[in-house]
């Protein structure tokens, strides 16, 4: 029976488009090298960009309404008639807010690589808490910031600043504020939407912990292709990356975080949770890892959750941006059997992709027994996906077109151009918003402790 059963799981890994994977490769690779000689920032190099963007993603992308198509394009034929008056900055961020337009999250003008051709502040990184920006990095000399509050920049509001940061990326206001901070900590780049002064340098208020207020000046680094590729999400995690060696400093030390958030470079994760009466599965992506074959880790889960006894299973999807739907959609099916009770689900903004389509099925195969847990996922239940990532030949923007629907409202019914995996193996849900609100909140960041996880405790009281 267990052989016959990762057998199953193994054969019904699919070979759909994995968002992780595509982000992965976009945001923390390089784009391909240019294949001209031409600056990049000429007028000449500008037209040849902006009509490879218009063969090769306006004519692929499908999650375009009519109303928006027409806006991209003529917001396109306007920056084509003034390439030669505008900085590099401006053209790739008009290019972003056009790939917007979709509102799509999948549709995207990745800011990870634009982010090192452009300045950008060497002392902090923010981090989004709701609708607010927290420091959860900072350099040595900055160290007091850790957990502060970002108030300002050069007089404009944390939140028009904000706002004008999600008009970069499509989807949710959350999925949006995941990437907010590239264009934020980048004087060059707010400087070319009009928001601050000059591009040499911004002033950032921060409301420390002990609510005193601070006002610093910042000269932002150069334009650096080998900065850290990293995105907020990492800065969750206390834990430093090997390349941010003494030259930054966590809120957290690795030992003071909850469990959830430590060992950021193991993908899957289990624990028995006695105290809770329940086995613990993180899931923070849909496709295999270097050192961790998704259908043998699930099979292990599985096995192990049975196993242990307890009476519930805590399904932690918080941070898994997603990959394949194919791949865990049997093994969902078959978690609520692995226990008596109740199956927990942790999700937040950052649950994306084939991560909501897992919760999605979650939810669909034991409706009374599935309950979810923490915030909002990061996409709404009818979205676009699919598709492939270009690069702009002189500028090396890269962006993903979404070429196939996903609607996880009706299953796809009657309604073409549908993901062929969704058509034949329907989502049909009313809602996949928490049952249970357990939203992170720096307080309780800031204290090592897991909304979500003491939310369930409380649930089974």
Avoid at 35 to 61: L, N
Avoid at 109 to 125: E, I, L, Q, T, W
Avoid at 139 to 161: F, K, Q, T, Y
Wanted: with cysteine; aromatic share 8%; proline share 6%.
């Amino acid at each position: 029976m267990r052989r016959a059963l990762f057998v199953l799981i193994a054969a019904l890994l699919g070979a759909g488009i994995a968002l992780a994977a595509l982000d992965a490769a976009a945001q923390h690779g390089e784009p391909a090298a240019q294949t001209t000689s031409i600056d990049p920032t000429s007028p000449e190099a500008r037209r040849a960009d902006i009509a490879f963007f218009r063969e090769r993603f306006m004519a692929a992308d499908r999650s375009y309404s009519a109303a928006a198509r027409a806006e991209a394009e003529q917001r396109l034929a306007q920056i084509e008639t003034q390439v030669a008056a505008m900085s590099q900055a401006y053209f790739e961020l008009e290019l972003a807010r056009i790939v917007a337009l979709a509102d799509n999250g999948h549709t995207a003008y990745f800011p990870g690589p634009r982010s090192r051709r452009y300045n950008r502040v060497a002392d902090f990184r923010l981090a989004p808490f709701g609708e607010d920006f927290y420091v959860l990095r900072a350099s040595p000399r900055h160290a007091d910031l850790l957990g502060a509050l970002l108030v300002a920049i050069d007089g404009r509001s944390a939140a028009e600043v904000r706002n004008v940061a999600r008009t970069l990326g499509g989807g949710t206001s959350g999925w949006r504020d995941r990437n907010a901070a590239y264009f934020m900590e980048s004087p060059e780049q707010m400087h070319a939407l009009g928001l601050i002064r000059s591009q040499q340098g911004a002033t950032y208020r921060f409301r420390l912990a002990n609510g005193r207020t601070v006002a610093r000046r910042f000269t932002p680094e150069p334009a650096n292709p080998e900065r850290i590729r990293a995105n907020a999400e990492r800065w969750f995690y206390p834990e430093l990356l090997p390349e941010e060696g003494q030259n930054w400093r966590a809120l957290l030390t690795p030992e003071q975080a909850p469990w959830s958030l430590q060992a950021p470079r193991e993908r899957f994760r289990m624990r028995d949770a006695p105290e809770i009466d329940a086995f613990v599965i993180e899931m923070r992506q849909n496709v295999s890892a270097e050192d961790m074959d998704i259908a043998e880790f699930m099979f292990e889960s599985l096995e192990a959750a049975r196993a242990s006894g307890r009476r519930n299973i805590v399904l932690d999807m918080r941070v898994n941006g997603g990959g394949d739907l194919n791949n865990t959609r049997a093994w969902v099916r078959r978690l609520p059997r692995a226990v008596p009770g109740r199956v927990f689900v942790l999700t937040s903004p950052w649950t994306f992709s084939a991560a909501i389509s897992t919760v999605g099925y979650l939810k669909q195969s034991a409706p009374d027994r599935v309950v979810i847990v923490g915030e909002h996922v990061g996409d709404r239940l009818d979205f676009h996906a699919e598709g492939d990532v270009i690069t702009l030949p002189h500028s090396g923007g890269a962006i993903l077109y979404a070429t196939e629907r996903h609607d996880y409202r009706t299953g796809c019914r009657g309604i073409e151009n549908c993901h062929g995996s969704v058509v034949r193996n329907p989502i049909a849900v009313d809602s996949l918003a928490p049952d249970i609100e357990a939203p992170w909140t720096i307080e309780a960041y800031r204290a090592g402790r897991d909304p979500a996880m003491e939310a369930v405790a409380a649930a089974m009281r």
